[in-house]
């Protein structure tokens, strides 16, 4: 059973960056996905970004485009999510995923790929 652990969760004003991390307790060469995606009290989880880990295709939520970057580093097994020009709408619960499957790019936006969590890293905005 893979293991993710998270880090770099924090609070920061508007317009301020935040980087988080994920690093997985195995190595990830095959085609496989890792995201990130984030929940509010009262919402469902949603999808924030995604990467497949052979292609280095990308997925970005609308909400994040141009603000968020997903990148993963196979040799020490951890993706980053750099987040820049955060907004009050960005507070939430940012859960790190990984596949456990091997996958093609177009696969990584479906949320029941993921079957392996982190336990999540709590972002806070203020205005």
């Known amino acids: 059973q893979m293991r993710l652990a998270e880090s770099g969760g924090g609070s920061v004003q508007a317009g301020g960056s935040l980087t988080l991390s994920c690093t997985t307790s195995?190595?990830?060469?095959?085609?496989?996905?890792m995201a990130w995606f984030r929940q509010v009290p009262g919402k469902e989880r949603e999808e924030v970004v995604s990467?497949?880990?052979?292609?280095?295709?990308?997925y970005y939520a609308d909400s994040v485009k141009g603000r968020f970057t997903i990148s993963h580093d196979a040799a020490e097994r951890t993706a980053y999510l750099r987040m820049r020009n955060l907004n009050p709408e960005d507070t939430a619960v940012y859960y790190c995923?990984?596949?456990?499957?091997?996958?093609?790019?177009?696969?990584?936006?479906?949320?029941?790929?993921?079957?392996?969590w982190g336990r999540g890293s709590q972002v806070a905005v203020s205005s």
């Open positions: 990467i497949h880990t052979f292609e280095d295709t990308t």
């Open positions: 995923a990984a596949s456990r499957t091997i996958l093609s790019p177009g696969d990584c936006q479906t949320p029941s790929n993921y079957a392996f």
């Open positions: 195995e190595y990830i060469y095959a085609r496989k996905c």
